[in-house]
């Protein structure tokens, strides 16, 4: 197996204050003087050596096995340069106070000089007879196609320029190559190119996912839930950490704070605890860099877009030791439908600091405000599920409806390097949400003749949630029966406690004014009064777990990965119930608790060669269901869903880590669903809120293929292309054969951008397609009965359809200087009429966006 330790220094980002002139401060790591001239302070140039045979190029993939223990930068570097018969130039002030990690086995120039400069900011340029550590990023003049970047080697994508990614964050920090499991990264620099705004809009864009925009919490078309072979994906990480696996709210933070998003299909109970075995979502903070930066974003669009970016960062100190970050970002828009729109502010500081040579420590916070105009349930139906064909720009909702939120989050994190290459990392999250929603759709089946039927439905609720998790966690290697091998081992705690007061309001509408056919948002009168309905004072979740990873190395090339995560859950759900006049018509409570679950982990990864790697996993969570109780009386909490995933793929790393592709089979089983056991009658027990009796049956199964590639196919030409195929089965319940129809067999995403050549080398051209086969929902509606006019006769079965469709994008960047860019992206190109999202007679039927432009500024300094 491959050496893929990844200890790092402790400066994070880019490196250093701007490059001095060449001939200043410039030391020459040779074979005889490199630790005296990098130790020296403002010294001449020293000469390079020319005992070296050759060229660096040539000793760049030239293996040599090495063991040599964590020591100064410039000592490694000495080493390695003598070990190899090399030059290696670099910057005193550079590589001071820089620490790198053991290098250990077999290693080529190239993989060595990558892991002693992980971390820093730095990279390694082979130069004709000498290779130049340098920042990354700055270069002087066209380089090869052959170098080494640190940042490479961590999860952050900034400033790579690449939409492919090594390292996640995902699962406590591993390669994607070590990781036997699908995973995709969404770069910032495809972000960027895509012009991605939100989570949902990511997730549009990621292999394998689909996005639902029906159910309830659905605010103005916005991702109520994303699904991955068949499941949902319930579980939220930031940095790695577990934050959002209880809220019911809708998740869509502002993307402006983040340096990529990470995602993996399949269960990952390991780390996420309690959920579905639809994946789990990770999103990477963006950090402070090393070297001071401006970067700023204008933009303007349709349905009167509007949005402006400043990101500062950089060092707060002469010796770089305290460095910062802070983003500001507000987007102002339109819907596509009338009447509709929103605002979204963000404000997000973050402070980093080396404590000695040994430990990191991380604070910051982030304020965000959503204030928004929405549309709630979706286009009905006709009563027989005929589609009214209205217009795309309809939205059927009260005018003065609102929904506003502001969340605000603060957090901490201390990393601290131990004796024998440990690392020791401690993550605390704070989060607190309040939000308030008034409001009012029409909902209900429409006579197509007239546009009468549909009657209003409100939704009022005030909404407090405080959440906070604690994650600890310590890895390294250790040695056994000759061979080297990792192990993870840590604890988390997470606690979420919400309140919410839900209103009743009553309208006074004329019928004229809910005729769906030219209807007008603008015209719908305010609500009369309103009242208190239902408290939920207090209520929540708190889950707590130790888990474990360890990757044995049984061989050279085939490595064992085993763990297991041991948790237990308590929920308490606290209700009050008003009557009209505001009194107390009745209260309860439900609480339940769930201790010794035990969800395992095993996974095997062989190394076919330098670039390719197979892996075989088993994974497993569960989701708790002891609210509900299994017979006799009083009853015994049921044992909890329980979703294993079987996969077996092939991961390669190519071009020098600038191309993944990945190849997956896969199989779900998902067993243990509640179903009511008719042998003991329906059955509330005590002042908990539970009943009794159930029993866990049923089996869901989901399988298929997964396919990516991500990265450099050629200089200046970047690709993702994502393929998934699924098929999923209910295999006890005969009415729904199968069971998620609303996702599709197959599943395409491409996006493609390319550099001109040349003295056209100032533009960039970028094209993609979102292509998908047919979905649908399905039920039972009345036929028209011709003797009464209505459409009250049999009932008979529907079946909603989408049929396949494709969605293309394009855009074209144009590099103004080497300060300044301008972007035009267009989305929906050729301006397909389709529903993204398929619902009910009732509603939830969503149209996907028409054809919208959006033209970038983007300036860095």
Not at 49 to 54: K, L, R, T
Not at 550 to 565: E, K
Not at 842 to 860: C, D, Q, V
Request: proline residues 4%; positive net charge; contains cysteine.
């Amino acid at each position: 197996m491959r050496n893929n330790d990844k200890a790092r220094s402790f400066s994070h980002g880019t490196a250093g204050n701007a490059l001095r002139p060449r001939g200043s401060r410039l030391q020459t790591v040779s074979l005889a003087c490199a630790i005296a001239c990098l130790a020296a302070a403002g010294g001449a140039a020293v000469p390079a050596a020319h005992a070296q045979s050759g060229t660096a190029q040539a000793a760049w993939a030239a293996s040599r096995s090495l063991n040599l223990p964590a020591q100064p930068l410039g000592q490694a570097l000495n080493a390695l340069a003598r070990t190899w018969g090399v030059a290696v130039a670099a910057d005193a002030g550079l590589v001071q106070g820089r620490m790198a990690p053991a290098l250990q086995g077999p290693l080529t120039l190239n993989e060595a000089l990558g892991k002693a400069l992980a971390g820093s900011g730095l990279e390694a340029v082979p130069e004709g007879a000498a290779i130049t550590v340098q920042r990354v990023g700055n270069h002087t003049r066209a380089l090869g196609e052959v170098r080494v970047t640190a940042q490479a080697q961590q999860e952050a994508t900034e400033g790579t320029g690449s939409y492919a990614a090594s390292h996640v964050s995902l699962g406590k920090g591993q390669d994607l190559r070590e990781t036997p499991q699908s995973i995709s990264v969404v770069t910032r620099q495809r972000i960027e190119d895509q012009a991605l705004a939100s989570v949902g809009e990511v997730m549009q864009q990621t292999t394998g996912v689909t996005v639902n925009y029906a159910g309830a919490g659905g605010l103005g078309g916005m991702a109520t839930s994303f699904l991955s072979r068949g499941f949902e994906i319930g579980n939220v990480q930031i940095d790695g950490a577990s934050v959002d696996a209880f809220s019911q709210q809708l998740f869509d933070p502002n993307l402006a704070m983040y340096d990529s998003v990470q995602i993996v299909r399949g269960a990952n109970g390991l780390f996420s605890g309690n959920g579905e075995p639809g994946g789990a979502i990770n999103l990477v903070r963006k950090r402070p860099t090393a070297q001071r930066q401006i970067l700023g974003a204008v933009g303007i669009g349709s349905w009167s877009r509007r949005q402006a970016e400043l990101d500062v960062a950089g060092p707060l100190n002469e010796a770089g030791t305290l460095r910062g970050r802070a983003v500001l970002a507000h987007t102002g828009k339109d819907f596509f439908y009338r009447g509709a729109d929103a605002q979204d502010s963000l404000l997000y500081g973050i402070l980093e600091a080396d404590v000695g040579s040994a430990s990191r420590v991380t604070v910051g916070a982030s304020h965000g405000k959503l204030q928004t105009t929405p549309w709630r349930e979706g286009i009905p139906r006709a009563p027989n599920g005929d589609d009214l064909k209205l217009p795309r720009s309809t939205a059927l909702m009260a005018g003065w409806s609102h929904y506003d939120k502001s969340a605000t989050e603060l957090f901490a994190q201390w990393d601290q390097q131990i004796a024998g290459d440990w690392k020791l990392k401690a993550q605390v999250n704070l989060q607190k949400v309040d939000s308030d929603a008034r409001l009012a759709s029409l909902t209900g089946t429409v006579d197509p003749a007239t546009g009468l039927g549909a009657n209003w439905t409100g939704f009022s609720n005030d909404f407090r949630s405080g959440k906070r998790g604690i994650d600890v966690h310590a890895s390294g290697p250790f040695s056994l029966l000759g061979r080297r091998h990792k192990l993870l081992v840590g604890a988390d705690w997470t606690r979420v406690r919400d309140d919410q007061d839900t209103f009743y309001s009553e309208m006074a509408t004329p019928a004229s004014l809910t005729n769906v056919y030219g209807f007008d948002p603008g015209r719908i009168p305010a609500a009369t009064s309103e009242r208190k309905t239902r408290s939920y004072p207090g209520y929540g979740a708190t889950q707590k777990a130790v888990y474990g990873r360890a990757n044995l190395s049984l061989t050279d090339q085939l490595t064992a990965i085993v763990g297991g995560r041991y948790a237990g859950y308590a929920y308490d759900t606290p209700y009050i119930n008003y009557t009209a006049t505001g009194g107390i018509r009745s209260s309860g409570r439900e609480h339940y608790s769930e201790s010794g679950i035990f969800t395992p982990y095993a996974g095997l990864v062989y190394d076919l060669g330098p670039q390719w790697t197979a892996y075989g996993s088993v994974t497993e969570i569960h989701k708790s269901q002891a609210n509900m109780l299994a017979g006799p009386l009083p009853g015994k909490p049921l044992d909890p869903i329980r979703g294993r995933s079987v996969e077996l793929g092939m991961k390669g790393e190519l071009a020098d880590g600038k191309l993944n592709t990945a190849f997956a089979l896969y199989r779900i089983e998902r067993t243990g669903q509640a179903a009511r056991d008719p042998g003991y009658p329906e059955t509330d027990v005590g002042d908990l809120g539970l009943s009794c009796c159930y029993v866990a049956q049923g089996k869901i199964v989901s399988q298929g293929v997964d396919m990516e590639v991500s990265g450099q196919l050629a200089r200046g030409w970047q690709l993702f292309a994502g393929y998934t195929y699924n098929h999923n089965r209910n295999k006890t319940d005969p009415a729904q054969l199968v069971y998620s129809s609303i996702t599709p067999k197959h599943l395409f995403k491409l996006w493609s951008t390319y550099q001109l050549p040349g003295e056209l080398s100032p533009w960039t051209l970028g094209g993609g397609v979102t292509l998908q086969s047919a979905t649908y929902v399905s039920g039972t509606v009345n036929r028209y009965n011709p003797a009464t006019g209505k459409y009250d006769g049999a009932a008979l079965p529907f079946r909603f359809t989408q049929a396949g469709y494709a969605v293309w994008n394009a855009s074209v960047q144009y590099r103004i200087n080497r300060h300044w860019s301008a972007s035009l992206n267009l989305n929906n190109l050729f301006d397909k009429t389709y529903y993204k999202a398929v619902g009910s007679i009732h509603g939830g039927n969503w149209y996907g966006e028409p054809r919208s432009a959006l033209l970038m500024l983007r300036g860095s300094f």
